[in-house]
């Protein structure tokens, strides 16, 4: 079968995008039939993984599982925390990630989080058994945690480190906000949240995004008092405080190699010279920005959607890495829902294409993922539904309801669907276990 070993795809590029995909088609999507479903003990809303027949995934009750892609057969199930984790480990641990596998080694690798109380923050490898090989605690901070899910790359384990203390400083009286710093690691693979690093081996640069930060510096306060403007906010900024950003490493432990450039305009003249390599990534603000992937310049944003607390968009995008880029805004996105809706955009110009609303009229947290001319976009409704849309125009050619609502990016693997089924970490979604 092929084989899907990562978050982003079989590649290293982060496009979700199923290459070699043949067999489900705009053509055939809607004759799909329930091929078996796969009892877990909690939901799951990671994307599944495949590789050598079998199919690899985790659950919100902390298990990972190991599964035969063609007759559903779990091969086998192990809790985080009462096989892997230092004992005496945490009992909410769990992993929420997109395992990543390195295929000449045969390693799965993942990342560990508590998603209600904070910490675990472990990496560790485990074998095609389920059996640990490695484990390495990368963050020791009480409410860190590791969401982004790892690619791998030329025996490198490259993630990031998020935390949870927002809402440790929020729900916990007396708790004194915030020593967390976010940061990004390169591990050994064989000796040791949102999406997945991107990785352009060429250049030599390992593609990440960040967010908010928890604290303000006091002199930054004083700035931002004395503004009155948008712009006037913007030269309060430190440089070196990468916020909100899009950030290009060097692989090999570089520092940050440049800053951006003010913004400039598309090139026009891109057919005739050759188009330059673009880094996309989607926002809360419902922005999508498109970035170069050498420079740093901005090349395009556009606003798609609107933002909103819990996104915006969230989790991830898809492309077909020649004409489209997918990205689903949340609630309140137009033209004509109180809920989500699934928009195309001109990679070179940012124009977009078609926009399609969730018939459901709830939002869309789910990745989304692309296979051969059939975009799938999951549905937060309580139902959950997951819809298969045509590339070209946006049609809904499919719609498959799952029993709960979806937060899991599907698989697509010869003309089989993999998806995970119901999602309540925000509790006013259903769950499903499935």
């Not at 990562?6 to 982060?14: K, Q, V």
């Not at 990004?184 to 593609?207: E, H, M, N, Q, R």
Request: with cysteine; charged share 15%.
């Amino acid at each position: 079968m092929q084989e899907k070993t990562g978050f982003g795809g079989p590649g290293i590029d982060n496009s979700r995008n199923a290459v070699g995909e043949t067999k489900i088609s705009p053509d055939n999507v809607n004759s799909l039939t329930i091929k078996y479903e796969i009892p877990t003990d909690n939901s799951v809303s990671a994307t599944p993984v495949t590789f050598k027949n079998n199919v690899y995934f985790p659950d919100w009750a902390g298990f990972l599982y190991s599964v035969d892609a063609k007759t559903g057969t779990i091969n086998w199930k192990f809790k985080v925390s009462e096989k892997y984790l230092p004992q005496p480990a945490d009992p909410k641990a769990i992993s929420r990630d997109t395992f990543a596998i390195d295929p000449t080694e045969q390693l799965i690798v993942l990342g560990t989080q508590n998603p209600f109380d904070g910490g675990s923050g472990f990496v560790m490898a485990i074998d095609l058994q389920g059996e640990l090989v490695w484990i390495t605690l990368i963050d020791d901070h009480p409410y860190a945690g590791i969401t982004q899910s790892p690619t791998i790359y030329n025996g490198g384990v490259y993630i990031g480190v998020s935390s949870s203390e927002e809402e440790a400083a929020a729900f916990n009286p007396g708790y004194v906000c915030c020593t967390f710093q976010g940061s990004f690691a390169k591990l050994d693979l064989k000796t040791v949240w949102g999406s997945a690093p991107a990785i352009d081996p060429i250049k030599g640069l390992v593609y990440i995004s960040t967010g908010n930060n928890y604290d303000v510096p006091p002199d930054i306060l004083d700035c931002l008092s004395s503004t009155n403007t948008t712009e006037e906010m913007f030269k309060c900024h430190d440089p070196k405080n990468y916020i909100n950003t899009i950030l290009a490493l060097d692989i090999n432990n570089v520092p940050y190699p440049d800053n951006c450039p003010k913004p400039s305009g598309p090139d026009y003249a891109c057919k005739k010279h050759g188009c330059p390599l673009l880094a996309i990534a989607t926002a809360k603000s419902g922005i999508t920005w498109a970035i170069n992937a050498v420079t740093g310049e901005i090349y395009w944003y556009v606003e798609s959607g609107p933002g909103r607390l819990d996104g915006g968009s969230l989790f991830g995008s898809a492309t077909n890495k020649d004409n489209y880029v997918f990205k689903k805004p949340s609630r309140n996105s137009p033209p004509s829902t109180n809920g989500g809706a699934l928009v195309a955009i001109d990679v070179l110009t940012g124009k977009i294409l078609w926009q399609t609303a969730n018939p459901t009229n709830a939002g869309g947290a789910a990745p989304v993922s692309y296979a051969n001319g059939v975009v799938w976009y999951g549905s937060r409704d309580d139902s959950g539904h997951l819809y298969a849309l045509d590339a070209e125009t946006g049609d809904i050619l499919y719609d498959f309801i799952t029993g709960g609502t979806v937060s899991c990016g599907p698989s697509i693997v010869d003309g089989v669907v993999f998806a995970g089924s119901g999602y309540q970490r925000f509790g006013s979604e259903t769950m499903n276990n499935r």
